[in-house]
């Protein structure tokens, strides 16, 4: 719960490998101890013989090679000032800054150093230019390794009970905001 109240937590563990989990007392959770919980070795494992073929295609999509970036596609994320006038003995900048930006006036250029001011976006910058994507025609789908019978694997129907219970253990956490 996403509260700052207190709460009463219970798990009920049944001769059956069940178990079901409370929240002041409705129930929250619910299933096999077996399906659950990693408690036993898994009943199939991947098969150790087996690999992806070496030409298996992942990729549902690919760029399109028809596709071509359009010629007034512009990548630049920022621009100059058309307001602002550029000294001549000066280079151009890559950036400019905003003409609009003011220095603080508790600014001290000793101890906070030099006042740099915001940059201007770029109005026209639509982001890095990617074709389109179409579907890979030699798309297999997503490869998934064959599996076999563990042979670690041994079912315990008894999973649920714990011949020398001696301590139980609560991981209570709380949080203040």
Avoid at 24 to 45: N, P, T, V
Avoid at 59 to 67: G, K, L, R
Avoid at 143 to 148: M, N, T, Y
Avoid at 160 to 170: D, K, L, M, P
Wanted: aromatic share 12%.
């Amino acid at each position: 719960p996403d509260d700052k109240l207190s709460h009463i937590y219970t798990l009920v563990v049944k001769p059956d490998n069940t178990y079901e989990m409370f929240i002041d007392q409705e129930k929250k959770e619910s299933g096999s101890l077996e399906a659950d919980w990693d408690f036993l070795e898994s009943k199939e494992i991947d098969d150790p013989s087996d690999k992806k073929p070496e030409d298996w295609v992942d990729d549902a999509m690919i760029p399109d090679p028809e596709d071509k970036k359009p010629e007034d596609w512009d990548d630049n994320p920022k621009i100059d000032d058309p307001e602002d006038s550029k000294p001549e003995d000066w280079e151009q900048p890559e950036y400019i800054a905003d003409p609009d930006a003011k220095k603080p006036e508790d600014w001290d250029d000793d101890t906070d150093g030099d006042w740099e001011p915001a940059m201007i976006p770029n109005p026209d910058y639509k982001g890095e230019w990617k074709p389109k994507q179409i579907d890979n025609p030699n798309y297999k789908g997503e490869w998934v390794h064959p599996q076999i019978d563990n042979p670690e694997y041994a079912e315990d129907p008894f999973l649920y009970r714990y011949a020398n219970t001696e301590f139980i253990g609560f991981d209570l956490w709380q949080v203040k905001s």
